[in-house]
């Protein structure tokens, strides 16, 4: 290993073969990913397929199957020990294929998010896929970014890191580009950054010297690597549920087969009871339909452009009761145009401005210089608020274009005054300073929020006029502020001061006031509709910005976020109160204004303390530590910081507001469906339990076998409990409340319900059982199988959703008919083709046979809708 951090810049590129102007060309970058592979660590030893496949079998309820089958061999009942085998293999086969599955999707998803990089290539800027990032690039970093490779830092502007995932310091860490002399520990060498640290300030041009598991991170990777299941609260306390259930079975078997002996039957017939039971009560694709129907759900919201990183926040969507958003290009378009500018006294456009005016002058150096953002082929890169002002300056009368006259284009001024030295901007300070020689005079151009930019200018120019400022300029200037701010505009003060001084932080003071800029961002087209819909489902929107508080409200009150009694805080106005306080008024609060991350914070926390969930959007460096406290973090896509990309459960891929709206729909449809599908295979499987135990306590003979009970549970259940869980969203999802996180899936009314609906498919099972037991046994239990499995297909219907068919209709889920259709078709298989009569243990049927069968299986379901329509015409 080099230790690049002791020698010299120019040795380090010579060493890397690199350029510091130009970076790699494409066809060498190409190359060297080709050698030394991509720019990733390796993800932790997986399970193999093998692996996955055994792990099926070590479930308790398969433990049961198995022991069931080992009975049935003995009771010489060979052809349903064959079918259990195959069925358990089956099973297990599923079982691994959905694993597989699911883990491939959670990695499309992962790809979807993953982050990037910006390198010089070609002598020009790109963004890149961080996996292909090579030695010898030369890595562009700034605030915000995910350093994604080790480095040598070549050009330093006052770049600090955080690189607690590497050294567990959770301090920021200021880099220099010095050279070392001597060996020193990681965590000292400045003059490198380090692959998992986080850009929280400044910006750096990096040489790549190494990447993936070659990176520091790498080596102690393996520390990390392995790869945890991670199983959302949903399928962990299902988990406990069938743990639960499964001990419940065991007690249950062991009575019966007490019970049974007591009688006086032999060991085996009264193990055939137990079995039937064990296998009546298992819901075998209870765990399967969970993951599908949760899969499915991320996949629909993907391509409703939200991507979910975190499972457990489909969840938590579901229950969000307060969502957080930022304005700016959230709620907002964030396409800035420069509307009035307040200069000299007077208020003025763009086209109204003079070149030939010194004042007007210092204004558009200051516009143009002290500006990141860039204007080609009319593509505006960097922050919109930057580019509006390069749009303004493009406006002014004189300037050339390209056409001949006399005023030089924005990158022409910039060439002729080149920054010498700068601050960058931070939403924490609000300001951004460069210096320049203007006419050989040092000068240094401060903007920002006029709030913090007002109280650190001495004095005001009037044309060439400089004088001391007045408490009336200030008063002026304040007005035209408030003027500004209540259209919904945001002002931006400019300022200067001739001086030699190094710059920093404390240079911005003791300025000269040039004027204000203001600049329209119009809401999002969405994001009224999607405010008024949020309020209906029970959500209270919140807006968090950086801006002047008299413009968010104005924007907050378009939007219908701020109406009346709703109060609005600034950061400063939210820190002067103390929790309790806070705790009083949180509720009324719609807007916060002039934040910083860390009030952020406290929003959360506030919230958190009455019980809401909350979602939080952020898109900055420093709003990770808010993304990761809130349920659920949101970040945005395309404007977005990589860290804040790194912390969120969510990301929107259009940052637009109305996305966030719909993600809680889907959830809070996922939530439910799952909830129906769990319903729907309870109570079928309960209707089965309830006839075993009758015939058991009424000393009748065994109705079902358990090939039967397993061609229910596993394939004519698994059709229709599929179908509810591709059942749309209600419409009326976000008319209702939001769901109480801590409520169990399985409240006292939901049990209920399935104990009700279970003991009618019992009761027509049962009346099936005992009109078959006139004839012979074998006819009984014939009967009684079909009568289950045909209620239980239909019982499908009941369970989509709480409304009643008629309500909801057919069109919106097809595969709920299919799913019936295939079943029933199954069935009739089984009942009338005789080669299958062995295997199925049924009997020959008459024609009214199956018509009772078709008239008990029907009851239930016409008693459930029968309710229904009841309580809908109620209600
Ligand atoms: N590039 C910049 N240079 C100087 N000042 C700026 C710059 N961008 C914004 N400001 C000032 O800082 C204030 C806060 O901006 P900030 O970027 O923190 O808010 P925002 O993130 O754009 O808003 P939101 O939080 O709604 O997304 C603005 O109102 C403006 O006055
Ligand atoms: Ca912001």
């Not at 005023?407 to 901007?425: A, I, K, M, T, Y």
């Not at 050989?440 to 401060?446: A, C, D, L, N, S």
Request: a negative charge.
């Amino acid at each position: 290993m080099k230790a690049y951090y002791r020698e010299s810049k120019e040795e380090v590129l010579k060493q890397l073969g690199a350029n510091e102007q130009q970076g790699l060309t494409s066809k060498a970058a190409q190359e060297k990913l080709a050698q030394v592979g991509p720019n990733a660590l390796v993800e932790g030893k997986k399970k193999s397929v093998v692996e996955v496949f055994l792990e099926q079998f070590k479930d308790l309820m398969v433990i049961i199957l198995i022991v069931a089958a080992v009975i049935s061999a003995f009771t010489g009942n060979l052809e349903s020990t064959a079918v259990i085998i195959v069925v358990l293999i089956l099973n297990a086969i599923l079982g691994t294929v959905q694993h597989v599955k699911a883990e491939k999707s959670l990695e499309a998803l992962k790809s979807l998010s993953a982050p990037a990089a910006k390198v010089l290539r070609d002598g020009k800027k790109q963004e890149i896929a961080a996996k292909d990032v090579v030695p010898g690039d030369i890595l562009l970093l700034e605030a915000g970014d995910l350093v994604t490779a080790d480095g040598r830092i070549l050009d330093n502007f006052s770049l600090q890191v955080n690189e607690s995932s590497l050294t567990g310091e959770s301090t920021n860490i200021d880099k220099l580009d010095t050279t070392f002399e001597k060996e020193v520990p990681l965590a000292d060498r400045v003059n490198m950054v380090y692959s998992s640290s986080l850009v929280t300030y400044g910006r750096a041009n990096v040489l790549v010297t190494a990447t993936g598991m070659e990176t520091e991170i790498g080596k102690i990777a393996t520390l990390m690597n392995e790869t945890k299941e991670r199983r959302t609260p949903l399928q962990v306390s299902l988990d406990q549920f069938s743990s639960r259930l499964a001990t419940a079975i065991l007690i249950f078997c062991a009575l019966i087969l007490g019970l049974q002996m007591w009688r006086g039957q032999p060991l085996l017939d009264a193990l055939l009871f137990a079995v039937a039971l064990a296998v009546a009560a298992i819901p075998e694709a209870l765990s399967s339909i969970v993951t599908i129907v949760q899969a499915m759900g991320t996949q629909k919201m993907a391509k409703e452009h939200a991507i979910i990183k975190n499972l457990a926040a489909v969840e938590s969507l579901g229950s969000v009761s307060v969502i957080c958003s930022d304005k700016t290009g959230t709620l907002t378009q964030n396409k800035m145009t420069v509307e009035d500018i307040y200069i000299g006294g007077k208020v003025l456009k763009p086209e109204e401005l003079n070149l030939s005016n010194q004042l007007h002058r210092y204004l558009l150096y200051d516009v143009v210089l002290n500006n990141d953002a860039s204007l080609s082929d009319g593509k505006k890169i960097g922050d919109p608020t930057e580019s509006a002002l390069l749009e303004m300056y493009r406006k002014v009368p004189g300037i050339d274009l390209g056409d001949g006259k006399l005023g030089l284009s924005e990158s022409e001024l910039r060439e002729h005054l080149d920054r010498l030295e700068e601050v960058p901007f931070d939403s924490d300070r609000k300001l951004m300073s460069t210096k320049h020689l203007i006419h050989t005079v040092p000068t240094i151009f401060v903007k920002g929020a006029i709030d913090v930019l007002l109280k650190r200018c001495v004095n005001i120019r009037f044309g060439d006029d400089v004088r001391p400022m007045t408490e009336q300029d200030r008063k002026d200037i304040l007005a035209q502020n408030n003027h500004f701010s209540e259209n919904g505009l945001r002002v931006l003060a400019f300022a200067y001061k001739e001086s030699d001084e190094e710059l920093s932080t404390d240079s911005e003071k003791d300025l000269t006031f040039i004027g204000l800029v203001s600049e329209m961002d119009p809401p999002r087209k969405e994001s009224v509709a999607a405010v008024a819909r949020a309020k209906e489902a029970g959500i209270r929107t919140v807006m968090i910005t950086g801006d002047h508080k008299v413009t968010a409200v104005a924007i907050a009150k378009k939007i219908g976020i701020f109406t009346d009694g709703d109060l609005a805080l600034t950061g400063l106005e939210l820190d002067a109160l103390s929790d309790k306080e806070l705790d009083q008024q949180i509720e009324k609060v719609a807007v916060y204004a002039r934040v910083s991350p860390e009030n952020k914070i406290r929003i959360v926390n506030a919230w958190q303390r009455k019980n809401h969930i909350v979602s939080m959007t952020g898109d900055g460096v420093n709003d990770a530590p808010a993304l990761k406290k809130a349920d659920v973090g949101v970040a945005m896509g395309i404007t977005g910081t990589e860290v804040s990309k790194d912390a969120a459960s969510m990301i929107l891929t259009d940052d637009n507001f109305a996305t966030i709206i719909k993600a809680v729909a889907n959830g809070r449809t996922v939530y439910e469906n799952i909830r129906n599908a769990i319903g729907y295979l309870l109570s079928g499987n309960l209707s089965a339990i309830i006839t075993v135990l009758f015939a058991s306590i009424a000393a009748l003979p065994v109705p079902f076998v358990a090939v039967q009970l397993l061609f229910i549970n596993l394939v004519t259940d698994s059709l229709p409990a599929l179908a509810i869980g591709m059942e749309p969203g209600n419409p009326d999802i976000l008319k209702r409340k939001p769901r109480d996180p801590k409520a169990s899936l399985l409240d006292k009314k939901f049990v209920t319900q399935i104990s009700i609906q279970g003991f009618l498919i019992s009761l027509s099972v049962i009346a099936a059982f005992l009109l078959g037991l006139r004839d012979t046994p074998a006819i009984a239990c014939t009967m009684a199988f079909s009568t289950l499995t045909f209620a239980r297909l239909l019982h499908g219907f009941n369970c989509r959703s709480q409304h009643s068919i008629f309500k909801i209709g057919f069109k919106n889920n097809w595969y709920s008919l299919a799913a019936f259709a295939l079943g029933t078709v199954l069935l009739a298989l089984i009942l009338f083709v005789p080669a299958l009569y062995g295997l199925f243990a049924v009997q020959p049927l008459t024609a009214q046979e199956v018509w009772l069968i078709v008239i008990l299986a029907v009851i239930p379901t016409i008693l459930i809708q029968l309710v229904k329509v009841i309580r809908e015409n109620r209600d």
